[in-house]
């Protein structure tokens, strides 16, 4: 399947209006404590008492590209949507996240690294941070009805890379994706939760219709959609912090310290795309991936 036909399924409609909702973002879902991954990885028995919390509440589930689409659409909400994402493909996603989620009738949406996939073969890229998922895990995961979205390639800053990286890093992992899969890749979240004007202009142009960050804040229906929010869930959220979370309260004290914290990331970012030597670049067009390696 080439990238022109699976576009096709990626068309763009008017927009919708629709109410604020909470966009959680998960990383890890593991007993196990990983230095990668032990501030952001949940444990699964904590994980299922948060699904059973959703539904009682009366949460519905929407995986991320249904949200996308149904604002573009005017297609309404349920009276209270929930997204649930996560991030990078660890394969605890598949072997403790996946069951939680259907027995609780959660819909869910992986934004996956390309490069760090278990047997990514010769497009293999760095090192990965945990045991991640396959490629045949990967299609199990879209069969069970989980949306599979991109990432990036090899999770770099991407305003650190030239503009040829950049839409080798995005288009690449794009094409990877919708060719072993078969399936449109409409949706990306951008590595490290943020992104600038230039990777928003890419995105677009290779063919995403909408793009994840991070913010902690819900998601109002007058968002960018490629700039749309979402709130973290780490091993140290409480029971009664993530009921706050999922229903829009004290968000801001909340995650106060995040915020400051990436204030002054970006600063740092900054100073840094100004001195850095630039990265050897990856060769990526519409019809091949020969650069990634």
Request: aromatic share 8%.
């Amino acid at each position: 399947m080439n990238t022109e036909q699976v576009n096709q399924g990626c068309q763009l409609l008017p927009p919708a209006v629709d109410v604020p909702l909470p966009i959680l973002m998960y990383h890890s879902v593991s007993d196990a404590l990983a230095a990668s991954t032990r501030a952001l990885s949940v444990r699964p028995a904590v994980f299922a008492a948060q699904l059973r919390y959703l539904r009682r509440q009366g949460f519905t589930g929407l995986t991320f590209g249904e949200l996308g689409q149904r604002r573009r659409t005017g297609q309404p909400l349920p009276a209270r949507p929930i997204v649930l994402t996560f991030d990078d493909g660890y394969a605890d996603l598949i072997e403790e996240a996946l069951p939680i989620l259907l027995e609780h009738g959660f819909p869910a949406t992986v934004f996956v690294t390309t490069g760090w996939l278990l047997d990514a073969g010769q497009y293999a890229a760095g090192t990965a941070p945990g045991r991640m998922l396959s490629w045949e895990q990967l299609a199990e995961l879209s069969a069970a009805g989980v949306e599979v979205a991109a990432h990036s390639h090899s999770h770099p800053q991407l305003d650190q890379i030239s503009a040829a990286r950049l839409r080798a890093e995005l288009g690449g992992c794009k094409q990877l994706l919708e060719d072993r899969l078969g399936r449109p890749v409409c949706s990306l979240a951008y590595p490290y939760g943020y992104s600038s004007k230039r990777i928003r202009t890419v995105a677009r142009e290779i063919g995403y219709l909408q793009a994840a960050v991070v913010a902690n804040a819900t998601a109002s229906s007058t968002c960018d959609p490629f700039r749309v929010p979402r709130l973290t869930v780490r091993r140290s959220t409480s029971s009664a912090t993530f009921a706050r979370i999922a229903n829009g309260k004290l968000i801001r004290l909340q995650y106060a310290p995040a915020h400051v914290l990436t204030a002054g990331w970006a600063v740092v970012r900054r100073t840094r795309s100004v001195l850095r030597t630039p990265p050897r670049e990856l060769a990526y067009s519409a019809t091949g991936l020969e650069g990634i390696q």
